[in-house]
């Protein structure tokens, strides 16, 4: 048996305009990794907003030569994203969620990712002070439910994608 895909959360907000080279890359690529992207978010579904984040991440992976086999997009009901986290990790190496990380009620993603690999939600004090950074440099006091945005599933890396945005990898094994 082989090593449990990886789990990725996090959220990009970066856009890019398409690149001739990324179809040489792509037709040179070893498809080594399959990969695949889950947004998640009622907002998503109703139409209300329309997913920007599958396509921006999409072409970022592309730009490194690795394509996207999957993306799928779920509503905030837990028991849904849980589902489709196990799904798609079962079918792929690694899964990138994105939406449902807020410090609402509704934003359920890092429960659910704890939930569907079985990890609990511990404190991150990395991505705490990261979050702590966004609000002081707005100027802005932190409300404490933004906290609950540290509360991460089985951490083992954490990085600052951008200076507006940040993500978490979680390995699950």
């Known amino acids: 048996m082989g090593q449990t895909p990886g789990f990725a959360a996090g959220s990009w907000i970066a856009r890019q ?10 037709k040179e690529s070893r498809h080594l990794m399959k990969l695949a992207i889950l947004t998640i978010g009622d907002e998503l579904l109703n139409g209300d907003l329309a997913d920007t984040n599958t396509a921006a ?3 970022r992976l592309m730009d490194n030569s690795l394509p ?3 993306a799928a997009t779920v509503g905030d009901r837990e028991e849904e994203i849980v589902t489709s986290l196990q ?3 079962r079918l792929n190496d690694v899964v990138i969620a994105t939406g ?10 890092a429960r659910a990712a704890a939930r569907a690999f079985e990890r609990t939600l511990s404190l991150n ?16 006091e932190m409300h404490p439910r933004n906290e609950k945005q540290a509360l991460l599933p089985g951490i083992t890396s954490m990085s ?3 200076r507006k945005s940040w993500t978490c990898c979680c390995r699950c094994t």
């Open 17 to 26: 305009a398409p690149r001739p080279a990324r179809l040489v890359k792509y």
């Open 57 to 59: 991440i999409a072409g």
């Open 68 to 70: 996207v086999h999957e």
């Open 87 to 89: 799904r798609l990790a």
């Open 100 to 109: 449902g990380l807020g410090p609402t009620e509704d934003d359920r993603t």
């Open 125 to 140: 004090s990395k991505a705490l002070e990261q979050i702590r950074d966004r609000f002081r440099s707005w100027q802005r």
């Open 160 to 162: 600052q994608v951008q």
